[in-house]
């Protein structure tokens, strides 16, 4: 990435204008995270609900007391292990943080990414003099399929964003693990790459499951992360039996699976991704954008391992199944 170009985003972020931010996770629609006015374009170019609250994306940890207060140890020692990194803390909002960026709660989330096109911005828009912090959810359309390349952006969004920085496909490829510490205690309120054992391993306990009176996050809601195309969820054993049908019926599947296709030649759209969740996770989005593109009548998921090791995984399909065709 060349100076010029960090130099041409950061006088946009300034200007108030949208940029599209290479992460470690996905792709995000950066705005100045202290501008009314740039922070309103993210939801007109999203389509994002008002209430639905932003990440916060920042240099480093640093600058968390400009956007917290009553920062817990907690969250220093967190921050210490998993920052720079795909972990999101949920902290009480500071005085001045917009109502736009918290959804109008008295909490906001922050994170510093772990991707050098990220951070190089990120430093270059603080000592140019601007917030220090880029609000940066997923750079699509709200509730759709998440992008982790360039390309992704500019199909999603395309003249609603002056500048997307290229950052070749996102390390991670799903979106930061969140977890909140307003209360004091841990808890989990939504999965991601960095594991509620990891997270144990630095509190001492594993993240509680959140109540009904935690914060509103990022990437909550039950349908998100969905294809246009409808989906179904199918048991390993039953896949050949279902695509038969769906053969002798006329209609063709595109399928999501972690197997090998049954022959040389079979009429459906197959992609097979790693059996394992981390490459599963890091193909997740690209292959379900592909077969969203591929003219097909269904995306057929292959069920995955139940075990805590796909958790993440487990939550984006299961809001994926909730929303597609929507």
């Known amino acids: 990435m060349s100076g010029a170009e960090i130099d041409r985003a950061v006088a946009l972020l300034k200007a108030g204008e949208l940029v599209g931010i290479p992460t470690e996770t996905v792709y995000g629609l950066g705005a100045d995270a202290a501008n009314p006015q740039a922070v309103a374009k993210i939801f007109a170019a999203k389509g994002r609900p008002a209430d639905h609250p932003l990440i916060v994306h920042l240099p480093g940890a640093k600058h968390l007391d400009r956007w917290a207060i009553d920062v817990p140890d907690l969250a220093y020692e967190l921050?210490?292990?998993?920052?720079?990194?795909?972990?999101?803390?949920?902290?009480k909002r500071a005085p001045g943080v917009l109502d736009a960026v918290t959804g109008g709660q008295d909490t906001v989330g922050l994170r510093v990414p772990g991707h050098p096109v990220a951070l190089e911005l990120l430093r270059a828009f603080a000592v140019a003099g601007g917030s220090g912090g880029i609000a940066a959810p997923s750079a699509n359309r709200f509730g759709r399929i998440s992008p982790t390349t360039a390309a992704h952006v500019r199909e999603e969004l395309g003249d609603a964003v002056a500048l997307v920085l290229e950052g070749g496909a996102c390390a991670v490829g799903i979106e930061s693990t969140i977890i909140d510490l307003s209360s004091g205690k841990p808890v989990l309120l939504r999965p991601g790459h960095i594991s509620p054992a990891a997270i144990a391993a630095v509190c001492g306990v594993l993240p509680a499951a959140p109540t009904a009176a935690a914060p509103r996050a990022s990437g909550s809601l039950e349908a998100h992360y969905a294809p246009l195309t409808p989906m179904r969820r199918v048991e390993s054993g039953r896949l050949l039996e279902l695509l038969n049908a769906m053969r002798h019926s006329g209609r063709r599947c595109g399928v999501l699976a972690h197997s090998q296709p049954p022959q040389a030649g079979f009429p459906?759209?197959?992609?097979?991704?790693p059996a394992e969740p981390v490459g599963y996770a890091h193909d997740l989005y690209a292959a379900l954008r592909e077969l969203d593109h591929a003219g097909v009548d269904l995306i057929v998921v292959?069920?995955?391992?139940?075990?805590?090791?796909?958790?993440?995984?487990?939550?984006?399909?299961?809001?994926?199944?909730?929303?597609?065709?929507?």
Not at 310 to 324: E, I, P, S, T
């Open 79 to 91: 921050a210490e292990d998993f920052w720079p990194g795909p972990l999101t803390l949920i902290l």
């Open 268 to 273: 459906h759209a197959w992609k097979m991704l």
């Open 302 to 326: 292959e069920a995955i391992p139940s075990s805590p090791e796909w958790l993440a995984v487990a939550d984006r399909l299961r809001r994926a199944l909730a929303g597609a065709g929507a």
